[in-house]
């Protein structure tokens, strides 16, 4: 199993940006899709974005045109941009790897790997 690094969540304000990156224990994470999910207190798992093995990217409607996920010039490290961020995108952000199918690719239990979180909070 491929373990997974999250960093770059922190305190901003709304309307800031922020970047944050997972990495992987493995030379390369292109064999896998590699999802971020985030949770906010009290709520879901909730899908944010997708990048697969063949780099086609999904978004949840909630991020889509703010939000930008990307696969690194480092093979084993990929990123999500976030930009215009908002009070309700406060949550910890987790990465994910697998190889969901495309009806899956929104529900947690598609990905086996996951990293330990990091924490966006975006004040008003």
């Known amino acids: 199993q491929v373990q997974l690094v999250e960093s770059g969540g922190g305190l901003v304000q709304a309307g800031d940006s922020l970047r944050l990156s997972c990495a992987g224990s493995?030379?390369?994470?292109?064999?896998?899709?590699i999802a971020w999910f985030r949770q906010a207190p009290g709520k879901e798992r909730e899908f944010v974005a997708i990048?697969?093995?063949?780099?086609?990217?999904y978004y949840s409607e909630s991020v889509k045109g703010r939000f930008t996920i990307a696969r690194g010039s480092a093979e084993n490290t990929v990123y999500l941009q976030m930009s215009t961020l908002r009070p309700e995108d406060s949550a910890v952000y987790y990465c994910?790897?697998?190889?969901?199918?495309?009806?899956?690719?929104?529900?947690?239990?598609?990905?086996?790997?996951w990293g330990q979180g990091t924490q966006v909070t975006v004040s008003s």
């Open positions: 994910a790897a697998g190889r969901p199918i495309l009806s899956a690719i929104r529900d947690p239990n598609a990905y086996e790997n």
């Open positions: 990048i697969e093995q063949v780099n086609t990217k």
């Open positions: 493995e030379t390369t994470l292109s064999s896998y899709g």
